[in-house]
Structure formats: structure tokens, C-alpha cells
């Protein structure tokens, strides 16, 4: 018996209706399925729920499989059969005429038993199974519940399964980067195991089911919603319904040809709506109305097609408080509550979190470009405004994350003043519940890929992925961050042979026509680049493209992070052989945390590495601090280019926010949560009030005049009076030019002040000199950027130099120097002071402010502040910055504290200046 099925069942708030089947779980493999699970030897135990991977590794079955080279290790775990026992009683629960057995996440393929009956066998990832099992429940004993787990390559060799897993033969329904992906990963990775809640509710045969409330108009005091919810009845099996004819055929579509009336029962069932300000507590609305239900059997509709009934109503909302995203308002809240009664008699409740908002883009104000164009410049209640967005993959490569993995990201991502974070389809659809609870909360709107990515899908079963799409857009539907749905990532939608598009396309329309539909990305206006340039190039290539849907360059993780998954020998063994087949011989836990595409290809990708360092000759320390400066650089320029292009371009949603682990590829944070430096560049350049310089050019020749355009961005929507300065400085951190003027700035989106010039010294010979635009409110900084183009005699000779110019060339690799490290390291030195206040302690939470101060003569940079010890994660409100002489910052910091401790190690420095370290206590 199949499970499938496209109906969620909601989570009930009270205690009689909810029961979590979370915690402690026996599980056991085997070679082969077995149609007898009960007598297997649950020989182990682990805490679900959790990927299968952490479940062997919680057991003590292999190491951890991040560390090292330890992922080879686990090769094995998809070629195996995986069943899961859970044994619970009822106490306290009575059966009410329905109870719901509901997987929230579990596969790819499975089987369930429930007190020795197998219930039937299910597939996909994304919701399901979901089952009415009161009849085999035992209320007064022990009730046993077994699940076998396969995953989506069971039984297919991994030779054919790395041939067909991105293309179109592929059969099963999982975004290929989850299982066994050697294209962007190592190929060692499988997403199975019962990664998400398991829990049963409990109600009455009449109940409520899939509620779903709207904003339809928003006024100058009031908001008008429409609430529609579902009524089961108990001559209705609501798993079983059939919303349409997939498989084929065309009774569906006839089903009134014999008549439709609203022929009524004697049942009338009373149904009340509450909304409650979430934050205050106070209710703003209750009412309650009647409705009396149909007589199915007499209304006429073909009884194959029989589907509960419908409760709607509109809901007027009076000085409605909205969400808004961060940066543009508050993100306020309500609870709705929906009550279902009977003669008096409370039935079912249903509860869910809810905001008042419109999301309603417009196309943006540059030209029309082809026939197929979206609409891409955000509006919102009203408000228009450039989009700061972010992409997202998993927390974890075999979703093995928990809800205060979720609360840190997003806090992360609330920092950097992210405000959409769109779900990537190829690798993470659709999120966990904590997911959308905080962006919620944090006021972080979301773009929800489906799975369709990269490829074809003529050989999908389009009624498994029917019900796949709808059991999550049920669940997710609700939450007022969620306001855009994509079909997936990097599809054809156009093609014959992805069909399935459609039915994405389908089930979205009727089922949330609410939110925007973005057919697939990129297109309609939309570039992913990924060109290898240098990072000039976008303020010369894009100027009239209406969004980066996609766009970033490679860093390494922090060097603390690689320090906890290496062993002590290799995290301190020099690197001689980088980019050499000898490197995976003499580092191969390194190189097999070099995964995106292949460790030697994309190596190639970031040449920027060796204009700060002798790649021949380097320490892994030393790669992660150059590579985040180098991709910092490429941020920020790719950023501030865009936002100085609103209205024409609508905004940027850079790649990727967080790796599902610790590997060298594009990222803003690594895969233990500790942001690295690009977090840095691209939070700067988010920021409301922010002054930046639209330099064309990052290499130039000795005697070039460099063209010093200055822009200020201000979305704080208010005049200000500021004071901004322009300087450069020469290859040893000497100021050899400064101007400082006053700036009544308007609220106007953009200042553009008067463009300075700046000659290039002879003496400049293939040296790094650096520039800086800054922005203070009398002494306190406001908002900077620091830039640091070369001067090469390269440049000199006027061939190279004009097809350089011509074209997006690729980034110079400097083999033989300049070194901008070495070089800083041999400038002027300045001395730092450091001092840490306000400290508290909030559970997992360590905050307090670190001041840095620069008490020398020279300015100290990049400046890096460092809580270094294991099992410590953190975010502050600025790193790797600029510090001029004289001056101070009183860094604001948050520190994840997963490991409890009560003293810290605090390390700052720069690169013209020597480390200093501070034990913070508690």
C-alpha cells in the first residue's frame, strides 16, 4: 500500500491532541529488506531526529564524519537497509475517532510498521509519510513502530549513480546535491535517516484541517483578510481524497455533469476566529459564525471526487500593525486561532503564527530586454526598495541540525542585514519549521525553491511529486516571511521534457496564489555569475540587469574551524605543493575539504590568492586569512555596483550564506557557523547609511590617474549631516592624499559627490597602495570602505594593458608578487589596545562589546577579532576593518557557546600589527 498522499496534517496546540515521537530511537542495518523488522537486533541508539550519518556516528560506529578524511568512511551507509524502533504508551490520550501518524521528513524510500502491521511504503524527502492509525493503536499497553530507511540510490551502483544523478534519468525526486554529489562535494554524502519530527495528533473525526489566511487589502487603518479552512467529516477519508486525475484520464474535470446543488444536513457547526497581537497578547479580532454542512451525498458532485468541506470568511483588521522585512520596519506578528464547535462542545483548535503584509514587486526602471521580463523591484506594504538578499543550502549536509543551529544562522543573517534568503532548490526543499518560525520573527521575507534543479525531469512520477509539492506548501503557506515560490534552480521550464513545471506551476496557483511565482532562476531578467573577473567588471557588465539572482566567489573556512577538523600535524604543516597532485598526498584531510566542483579546478578559481602571499610557500592559517580578504575585495565591489544601480536594478542575492560543512567554496559563513570575511564585506555594504567609491578599474600602471567617484547610499529615509572623507594612502599605510568635507545628506537613495582624481606615483612599481572613503557623525564612524587596487609595470605596456581593458579578463595571478600580506607586514607598524565591557551571559549567548583602539602613528589593517577557542562561534558588528591612528571602535559581539565555558580567549591583531590576546571570564 502506497502512502503517498498531498494532505499535511497541522500539529495540535493542546497536550491531549499532540504527542512527539521525538527522542531516544534502537536502530540497526541490514544487507537486504527484510519483511520482519520486529525480530531484528536494534543493537544501537540514538536521539532522533538526525541523518542517519550523525545516527552511525552517535553510536560509536565511525568518527565524526566531517573531520579529516573520515567522510571515505561512510561510503558504505547508503548501500545498506536502515529500521528504526520506537516503543511508546498512551497515557493520557484517549481515542477521540482519528489519530494521525505524521513523518515530517524521513527517506528517500520507506516502510512503516506500526504494532506489527505494515502500514505501506512511501517516497520522498519532503514530507510524509502521514497516516490514520487509531485502529491499531493499543491505548493501555505498549504500542511498537518501525520504520525502514532507504536512500534514493539504493540498490544503483555509484559508477551509473555519478553518471545519471544531474541529468534527466534520473527517476527520483531529490535535488542532486544531496545524495552522493561529486560534482560541488566529495561524493561521500547521502541525505536519508528521519532528519525531521516525528509526532501523532489526535482529534475528532470532525476537525479542522489546512487553514489558510491571507492579506487582501491594506489601508490607512485597517487590513481586510480572507481566511478559508477545511472541515473533515467523518464520511470522509481526507488522505484519501483525490484533488485530480494525474495518472490520467478525465473524470475529475466532469465531475458536476450530473448536477452540483448546496443541498444541506441537519449538522451545524460553529466556527470562531481569533487573532491575537503576538507580542502584546491582546486580542484584535474574535468572532464566531455558523455553517451548516453539505449532504454529499445529494449535492451531485461524483463521489470519487468527494473533498471536505469549506469554511471561509473575510476578517477585518482595525490599525493592523505589519511585517515588514528588517530594515524597513518591524516584523510584528499575530497568533490566529481558529476554534471548530459542535452543540456547544469545543471539537478541534488550530493555531499558527500569521503577519500582516503585501508583497507586490514591480518591474524595475531600466529597459525591457526581451519578451519574458520580471518583476523584480521589491515592494512591500507599500514600500519600495532595493533587495538584500542571500542564498541558502542545507545547515548541515545530512540534515543534522537543531533548532539552535537555526536561531544562530539566522541571527547571522539578521546581522548582515540580509532581508530574503532564497532556499536553493539543488540542495535544501523545502526548510525545516524553525526555519520559517525565525525569519518570521527576525523579518527575513523567503524565496522557496521546489527541486527541480539543473535538469530535465521527463522521467519523474508526477503524481509522487504532485504530493510532495503540496504537502509542503500546506505546511508552509502561512508564515508572512514566505513570499515567493520558484520551481528550482537552473531548470529549462520551457522544454518539453519538464513537464513537471507545470504541475510546480499548478499546485502553487491554486494552493498559495497569494505569493509571487518566479518560474525558475535565472531567467526573465535574471543572471547567476560565476565569471572568474575581476570584480570591476560588474559595474561595466550588468548596469541594466534587473537582478543577481546568483554571484560570489571562493573563500577557505576559517582557520579556526580547520584547526578542530584537521589533525594538530597537518593544520601546521606548510603547504609547498598548493594546487599540486603532491597536495592531496601530503594534506589529504585538507584537500578533501576542497569540494566545490574538483579541489584543482577550482583552485584555478581564485588566482586572487596569490596577491597576498607566496602560494608555494604558505600554512593553512594563512590561506583562510587571504582568502577571505581576497573574496571581502569581491563582495564588496559586486554589491556596492548594484546598489548604486536602483532603481534599474532591483537587487542581489549573493551566493551561498553558510556551507553544510567545513569546505573551501563560496560562503559567508563556514560549516561550523563562524562567519568569514566576506560576511564582513557584504554586511558593510548592506548597511542603511553606507559611502562607497564606483572605482572601473582595480589594476592600473604607474602615472594612471585614478577616477575617485564617490557614492553615498542612504535608506534610512532621513536627512543627516555627516562628514565624509576621501583618502589614499601609499604602499606603506602613509596618507599622501586626504580631503574631509561636511555632507547635508538628503533622504534621497543616493548622493554623488564631486569626482576627485588621483595620479599614480612613478615610484608605485608593483606595489598595492590603498584607498578609503569613510563616513562619521562628528567622531563616531558611520560607514567605510577600503579598497586596494595594484600598480603593476605589467600595465605599462599598452597591448596588455588594452585587452585588459577590452574584456572581462580573468583575475592576474601575481606568481612572483606583489604579496599585499608581506607588504603590510614591511609598512609602517601600528600598535592596538583592547578592552572588553558589558559582558552577560544569556545561555547559550555570550555578549559584550571588545574596544579596540589604535595607539600608534599609523593606521592598523585588516584588523581581525578573534574568539578562538574550540566549540565558540561568533558575529560582531564589524571585522577585518580599517582602523585609523588615534582612533577606536567599540565592537559590539554575540558568541555561541555551545560548549559552556566560562573563560574566553580573545585574540586581536592586523597585519601591521602585532596580535595581542585577553582572557575574558566569566
Known sequence: MTLQQPYYIEPRPGKANHLSLDGAWDFCFTDEADENPAVLPFAYTDV???????????????????????????????????????????????????????????????????????????????????????????????????????????????????????????????????????????????????????????????????????????????????????????????????????????????????????????????????????????????????????????????????ECHFFERDITVKNPKLWYPQGLGNPDLYTARITLGLDGETLDTQEFTFGIRQYRPEYTAGERMRTRWGRYLSVINGK????????????????????????????????????????????????HDDFYRFCDEFGIMVWQDSFISNHDSPNWDHELFSAQQCMYLYRLRNHPSLVIHCSGNENNPY??????????????????????????????????VYRGFEPSWYRKMYTALPLIGEAGTHTFPNAKTFRQLLTAEEFAKPITTFGTNAMAVEHPGLVNHITENDAWGMLKKIPALSHFCNMHDTTVTELCEISGMSSYEYYQFM???????????????????????????????????????????????????????????IVYAPGDTVELDTRIINESGEAKNLTAKLEVLDPQLVTVYEKSQEI????????????????????????????????????????????????????????????????????????????????????????????????????????????????????????HICFDDDGVTQYLDDDWFFLPSGESRCIAFTLRNESGREAFRLIVGAWNAAKIEMIIER
Not at 532595493?386 to 548541515?396: A, E, H, Q, S
Not at 513537471?500 to 499546485?507: A, H, K, L, P, Y
Not at 496557483?509 to 532562476?521: A, N
Open 639 to 697: 554589491v556596492q555596483s548594484m546598489r548604486e544601480q536602483y532603481p534599474i536594478t532591483g537587487g542581489i542575492l549573493p551566493w551561498v550564506f553558510k556551507r553544510p560543512w567545513a569546505t573551501v567554496a563560496v560562503q559567508m559563513v563556514d560549516g561550523l557557523g563562524d562567519p568569514v570575511a566576506p560576511y564582513y564585506a557584504v554586511k558593510n555594504a548592506y548597511a542603511p547609511i553606507e559611502i562607497h567609491l564606483a572605482l572601473r578599474e
Open 48 to 306: 532522533l531526529p538526525s541523518g542517519t550519518y550523525f545516527n552511525v556516528h552517535h553510536a560509536g560506529i565511525l568518527p565524526h564524519p566531517y573531520f579529516g578524511d573520515n567522510s571515505h568512511q561512510y561510503r558504505w551507509i547508503d548501500r545498506k537497509v536502515w529500521y528504526y524502533r520506537r516503543r511508546f504508551t498512551l497515557n493520557g490520550y484517549a481515542p477521540l475517532g482519528k489519530a494521525f501518524l505524521c513523518f515530517d521528513g524521513m527517506g528517500y524510500y520507506s516502510r512503516v510498521w506500526l504494532n506489527g502491521v505494515l502500514l505501506g511504503e512511501h517516497e520522498g524527502l519532503f514530507g510524509g509519510p502521514i497516516v490514520e492509525v487509531e485502529k491499531h493503536l493499543d491505548f493501555a499497553g505498549e504500542n511498537e513502530l518501525i520504520v525502514e530507511i532507504k536512500s534514493a540510490n539504493y540498490g544503483i551502483s555509484d559508477e551509473d549513480w555519478k553518471r545519471i544523478y544531474r541529468s534527466p534519468a534520473k527517476k527520483q525526486l531529490v535535488p542532486w546535491n544531496m545524495v552522493k554529489d561529486s560534482h560541488t562535494s566529495n561524493g561521500d554524502f547521502t541525505t536519508m535517516g528521519i532528519y525531521r519530527s516525528i509526532r501523532m495528533e489526535f482529534v475528532p473525526a470532525l476537525h479542522l484541517s489546512r487553514p489558510y489566511l491571507v492579506t487582501d487589502e491594506i489601508g490607512e487603518d485597517l487590513a481586510k483578510l480572507h481566511l478559508t479552512v477545511e472541515i473533515a467529516t467523518p464520511d470522509i477519508d481526507e488522505l484519501a481524497m483525490q484533488g485530480a486525475d494525474i495518472g490520467g484520464g478525465n473524470a475529475y474535470v466532469y465531475g458536476y455533469v450530473d448536477g452540483i446543488n448546496a443541498v444541506l444536513t441537519d449538522v451545524t457547526v460553529d466556527v470562531t476566529v481569533e487573532l491575537f497581537d503576538k507580542a502584546a497578547g491582546e486580542c484584535v479580532f474574535t468572532d464566531t459564525m455558523s455553517k451548516t454542512l453539505y449532504d454529499y451525498d445529494k449535492i451531485g458532485i461524483n463521489k470519487k471526487y468527494h
Open 744 to 863: 547635508s545628506l538628503t533622504a534621497n537613495y543616493q548622493t554623488v559627490l564631486p569626482a576627485e582624481r588621483f595620479t599614480i606615483p612613478e615610484n608605485y612599481i608593483d606595489r598595492f597602495f590603498f584607498l578609503r572613503a569613510s563616513l562619521y557623525d562628528g567622531e563616531t564612524i558611520v560607514s567605510q570602505s577600503v579598497y586596494w587596487p595594484s600598480s603593476l609595470t605589467s600595465m605599462l605596456d599598452e597591448a596588455y594593458r588594452a585587452e585588459r581593458r577590452a574584456d572581462s579578463n580573468t583575475v592576474i595571478s601575481f606568481e612572483n608578487g606583489p604579496w599585499m600580506k608581506y607588504q603590510l607586514a614591511a609598512a609602517k607598524q601600528a600598535a592596538l589596545d583592547i578592552s572588553v565591557t558589558g559582558l552577560t551571559f544569556d545561555g547559550e549567548r555570550v555578549r559584550g562589546f571588545v574596544e579596540v583602539k589604535n595607539t600608534s602613528g599609523a593606521p592598523a589593517f585588516p584588523v
Open 384 to 431: 519600495r526598495f532595493f533587495l538584500k538578499g542571500m542564498n541558502w543550502t542545507p545547515l548541515d549536509q545530512v540534515l543534522n541540525s537543531n533548532e539552535g543551529d537555526y536561531r544562530w544562522a539566522l541571527e547571522l543573517a539578521k546581522n548582515e542585514g540580509v532581508q530574503m534568503i532564497r532556499v536553493w532548490g539543488a540542495g535544501n526543499a523545502p526548510e
Open 495 to 528: 522544454s518539453k521534457n519538464n513537464t513537471s513545471v507545470w504541475i510546480w506551476e499548478r499546485e502553487c496557483q491554486d494552493l498559495d496564489p497569494e505569493k509571487e511565482r518566479i518560474r525558475t532562476t535565472p531567467d526573465k531578467g535574471i543572471a547567476h
